[in-house]
Nanobody, 121 residues
């Protein structure tokens, strides 16, 4: 059984900062790409940022220069530091991880339950 547990969401004023964390637990051999997605009310889920196991990152244009994704491979944890937050960043943020459960298993795609981020103007 593998679980992704997110934390760090909340309510913040525009211009403020939040740091999201997502820890993968359970039977995990190794992790490949990990990332964050978000879904605002009435909109489709969209990519925020991803990071490979070697540390290569990719960001949505809307968050470049404001958000930073990082990870701790030993802890199978991914972080999202969000600075200069805007009301349009308000959404449920979901953690995503591509994990290998054993040395011989295929890569599986896992999602967290989501954490609410609300930015007030």
């Amino acid at each position: 059984q593998v679980q992704l547990v997110e934390s760090g969401g909340g309510l913040v004023q525009a211009g403020g900062s939040l740091r999201l964390s997502c820890a993968a637990s359970g039977s995990i051999f190794s992790s490949n790409a990990m990332g964050w997605y978000r879904q605002a009310p009435g909109k489709q889920r969209e990519l925020v940022a991803t990071i490979t196991s070697r540390g290569s990152t990719n960001y949505a244009d809307s968050v470049k220069g404001r958000f930073t994704i990082s990870r701790d491979n030993a802890q199978n944890t991914v972080y999202l530091q969000m600075n200069s937050l805007k009301p349009e960043d308000t959404a449920v943020y979901y953690c995503n991880a591509h994990l290998f459960r054993t040395a011989w298993s295929p890569e599986y795609d896992y999602w967290g339950q989501g954490t609410q981020v609300t930015v007030s103007s």
